[in-house]
């Protein structure tokens, strides 16, 4: 499975590289330095909220309500401004606000034991909601956006570190540590293990609603910050600045290895498919191609994609099955 799926970032890395170069020819200012690295701006906040998906996803739950906890998020981080709390206790309560819709759904799904994709369906629909309602406290009405934020936070998105955008070094950063968690930890192992089979973990003493619980606070968590970034960008807390994030987040998680049946994933892969769908947006904007097409070869790219993976995967357990097969007629004689 580890082979299967260094081949297939691999197989991404590509994809990427072809995109440099069929963009690149036809416009060349695609391949400017300073354009590939603060295009990222415009969609490092797919990615935060990705990469924790695809956890989610890994341990078998699904969390579509990422899009509307971003305008939830940016929303509280709004009015504690607007009431005049420290910005720490303005951000701490953003982020207070994720885990507790993480929480939330966690909660919900594990007491009624409801499918997760209707239960985050439906939050979708209630924190967004949720938001609109908070959004009047302050005289925002409907749509309207909550600013007046101060100088250090709106000029957090537009400031380098390390020569890097800081929204991209927030993605780079917390692409190292779920790697990391994932991976390299007895809570990643256990998350794959959930996944896989539910049963198995239950018998092997794992806490499994724990578990899952975890994934969907930590989901919350990170629409916070992607909320956060949004809204230092743009300069205002709106209730949909996420609404935008919903397919791409999830066309990333799942064209970067993860399985909707759980039990499968790649941090990299998904770090590596958001770099993909979001230069692929750049690239067919600088060619001058519509939004409309731009976003219908988008859902082409994840179904041919993910129909290769598929492929890959099926060729590569036949060919084994054949090996093994040989083996054996060999060792009998």
Not at 50 to 57: D, E, K, M, N, Q
Not at 135 to 145: F, I, K, L, P, Q
Not at 203 to 210: E, V
Not at 250 to 267: E, K, M, N, R, W
Request: some cysteine; hydrophobic content about 55%.
């Amino acid at each position: 499975m580890k082979r299967f799926f260094l081949r297939w970032e691999m197989a991404l890395f590509v994809m990427l590289v072809a995109e440099f170069a069929i963009f690149g020819a036809i416009n060349p200012r695609f391949l400017n330095l300073s354009n590939l690295l603060y295009s990222t701006s415009d969609f490092a906040q797919i990615g935060i909220v990705a990469l924790p998906l695809t956890i989610v996803i890994i341990a078998g739950g699904i969390d579509v309500s990422f899009a509307s906890t971003i305008g939830l998020c940016a929303i509280i981080f709004g009015i504690a401004n607007f009431f005049g709390l420290p910005l720490p206790l303005c951000i701490v309560a953003a982020l207070g606000a994720g885990a507790i819709a993480g929480l939330f759904n966690a909660g919900i799904i594990h007491l009624s034991r409801i499918q997760p994709l209707v239960v985050t369906l439906g939050s979708l629909y209630l924190f967004s909601g949720a938001a609109t309602v908070l959004s009047g406290v302050v005289g925002a009405g409907g749509y309207e956006g909550i600013g007046n934020f101060p100088d250090s936070f709106t000029g957090f998105a537009y400031i380098e570190l390390a020569g890097l955008p800081a929204p991209f070094v927030v993605l780079l950063i917390e692409a190292v540590i779920l790697f990391v968690i994932l991976h390299f930890s007895r809570f990643g192992r256990s998350v794959f293990l959930c996944g896989l089979s539910e049963h198995a973990a239950r018998y092997s003493g794992l806490p499994i609603r724990t578990i899952q619980t975890m994934t969907y606070v930590m989901t919350g968590v990170f629409a916070g910050i992607a909320g956060l970034v949004l809204s230092a960008y743009f300069g205002s807390a709106r209730v949909d600045l996420g609404t935008a994030t919903l397919l791409p987040a999830i066309t990333a998680a799942v064209l970067g290895g993860a399985s909707i049946y759980g039990g499968q994933g790649s941090i990299i892969g998904t770090f590596l498919a958001t770099l993909v769908i979001g230069y692929l947006q750049q690239g067919l904007q600088m060619s001058g191609v519509p939004s409309q097409i731009s976003s219908a070869l988008s859902g082409a790219l994840l179904v041919v994609a993910v129909a290769l993976r598929h492929g890959s995967a099926l060729l590569t357990s036949f060919v084994a099955a054949r090996i093994m097969a040989t083996n054996r007629k060999r060792a009998a004689s």
